[in-house]
């Protein structure tokens, strides 16, 4: 009876050792507080979007002017490097200077590729959470985030993983139906001081933005 009993428990605490546990509230709430400072953000980013067709993967950087307010340079492939594009949330286009840079969309869904970084940042700043954890995510123990998201009149799913350290960003995946379309892996990611209004927070998985972040080292 004692063995099986000692058996039971280790089946147990193996079983528990899988699972995903919640991450702690004060370290989510802090990550919503940095991303919801106000804070203008700059990064880099390697995407990859799954066009149906083909497979889009390029390297982007991105330079926000003022909240909802960005420009995005492609910085790979060598084809289409330098390119510039300007995102504003009131109008959810892109404006490209000089050149029109035609990517196409992903399956059943509006979406271009360029799009992802600003989607991203909206999520982060008013998205509605829709839940957390934690997991290792590119050996990387990591604070994970999921929230609902609007895009124009699509309904999205953002989940971004946060290094537990320094709380940035380590990758990031878009979601519609269920099925992951765009995946960013973002590097060198900065945050200013809280010197803009931040955007509302989402009070329903209906229409939303994105959340912010302190200042990172």
Not at 28 to 44: K, P
Not at 46 to 69: K, P
Request: aromatic fraction near 4%; charged fraction near 20%.
């Amino acid at each position: 009876m004692k063995v099986a009993a000692c058996l039971l428990t280790v089946a147990l605490l193996t079983a528990c050792a899988g699972c995903s546990m919640g991450a702690q509230p004060d370290r989510v709430q802090e990550i919503e507080d940095i991303f919801q400072s106000g804070g203008l953000i700059a990064l880099r980013a390697d995407i990859t979007a799954d066009l149906g067709d083909r497979v889009f993967v390029a390297g982007l950087s991105l330079s926000e002017t003022d909240i909802g307010s960005c420009e995005i340079t492609v910085e790979s492939p060598a084809e289409i490097s330098g390119i510039k594009a300007r995102f504003q949330t009131d109008s959810s286009q892109l404006v490209f200077d000089d050149v029109a840079l035609e990517l196409g969309t992903m399956p059943n869904t509006a979406i271009s590729p360029i799009n992802a970084l600003p989607i991203m940042l909206s999520a982060w700043r008013s998205g509605y959470l829709i839940e957390h954890g934690s997991e290792t995510v590119e050996n990387i123990r990591c604070i994970e985030m999921l929230w609902s998201v609007s895009a124009g009149a699509e309904q999205l799913e953002v989940r971004t993983w946060f290094d537990e350290t320094n709380l940035k960003p380590v990758k990031t995946e878009i979601s519609t139906g269920g099925l992951v379309i765009i995946t960013c892996l973002t590097r060198d990611v900065s945050i200013g001081s809280g010197t803009t209004s931040p955007a509302p927070a989402e009070t329903a998985p209906s229409a939303a933005q994105g959340n912010e972040m302190p200042p990172t080292q």
